[in-house]
């Protein structure tokens, strides 16, 4: 949905959707750590949905993905 609609990163959201996007994403993260670093494809998609938290101003999205890569 993030890779096919650009213009969500701009749209105004509903409340709280990027705190619970970090919630979920983080808990993924920490769960399928081994599969992110395995997998290309698992990794692009995950760095998709961080990289859309960063561009909301997320220093969590920042963070975790510094921690992927």
């Given at each position: 949905m993030l890779k096919n609609n650009n213009n969500l990163s701009t749209d105004k959201l509903e409340p709280d959707t990027v705190f619970h996007l970090e919630n979920l994403i983080r808990k993924?993260?920490?769960?399928?750590?081994?599969?992110?670093?395995?997998?290309?494809?698992?990794?692009?998609?995950?760095?998709?949905?961080?990289?859309?938290l960063i561009k909301k101003g997320s220093v969590e999205g920042y963070m975790l993905r510094e921690r992927i890569l």
């Open positions: 993924y993260i920490f769960l399928q750590s081994k599969k992110i670093k395995k997998e290309r494809k698992v990794k692009n998609d995950v760095l998709i949905i961080l990289n859309f």
